[in-house]
């Protein structure tokens, strides 16, 4: 089945105490993404990448870091969480931009 | 700036009634447009999208929408809703310019249905 997936689906951390949310493809997708979505302010992106090494900041990107290794996997870092930094976070992956994006089922992290 | 605006945060609407949510964007030209669907606890579905071609575009579970480039405009109908499509929905468009492929949504519409 062509999916993304996500992981952890729930996460609840500690400030500044560093994780990382794994994501991947099962498309070949050159396009990936991570957004953040939060009440009355919709999705908004905070990285994005076009190929493997190819990674640029979204509208949101303070406080994140991202890789691209491979084609599959496009994991969101954050090295020092803050509280201002929970919210529901999801991956997503397209082959162009005829086509879309195909969302995982996000991460809700709260950070305490 | 490029944005997308849907004026509509909630509806609600009696179950078997028609449904139009309403979506309009600022772009300089014609961006590539579509409708997500988000239901409670779930990630983001593809409902349908538009780039070119006939401006009324059928999607699944029954939803069409209408390009209208004079109102800048995308807006999703349904002409008879199902409990069921209780979601929040999304508008969201890309460039149709330059390499990235960069989705900017709108706030979303959240969707309620009586019985």
């Known amino acids: 089945e062509a999916q993304v997936t996500q992981n952890p689906r729930y996460l609840i951390t500690v400030t500044g105490k560093k994780l990382t949310v794994t994501c991947s493809q099962n498309?070949?997708?050159?396009?990936m993404s991570w957004y953040r979505q939060d009440p009355g302010l919709g999705l908004r992106q905070i990285y994005y990448?076009?190929?493997?090494?190819?990674?640029d900041k979204g509208d949101v990107p303070e406080g994140y870091k991202v890789s691209r290794k491979e084609k599959r996997n496009f994991p969101l870092i954050l090295e020092s969480p803050s509280p201002n930094q929970t919210s529901l976070y999801f991956c997503?992956?397209?082959?162009?931009?005829?086509?879309?994006?195909?969302f995982g089922s996000g991460t809700r992290l709260t950070v305490v | 700036a490029q944005s997308v605006t849907q004026p509509d945060i909630h509806i609600t609407v009696s179950e078997g009634a028609s449904l139009e949510l309403r979506c309009n964007y600022s772009?300089?030209?014609?961006?590539?447009l579509f409708w997500y669907v988000q239901s409670p606890g779930q990630g983001l579905q593809l409902l349908l999208k538009?780039?070119?071609?006939?401006?009324l575009v059928q999607g699944i579970k029954g939803f069409e929408a209408e390009f209208k480039r004079s109102q800048s405009s995308f807006n999703l109908r349904k002409p008879s809703v199902h409990w069921s499509d209780a979601a929040e929905y999304f508008c969201?468009?890309?460039?149709?310019?330059?390499?990235?492929?960069?989705?900017?949504f709108g706030t979303g519409t959240l969707l309620a249905v009586q019985p």
């Open positions: 997503a992956s397209s082959q162009g931009k005829e086509d879309g994006y195909t």
């Open positions: 969201a468009v890309v460039s149709p310019s330059g390499a990235t492929n960069k989705l900017i």
């Open positions: 990448s076009m190929n493997v090494e190819v990674t």
């Open positions: 538009y780039f070119s071609g006939d401006t």
């Open positions: 498309m070949n997708h050159e396009y």
């Open positions: 772009y300089g030209a014609t961006p590539y």
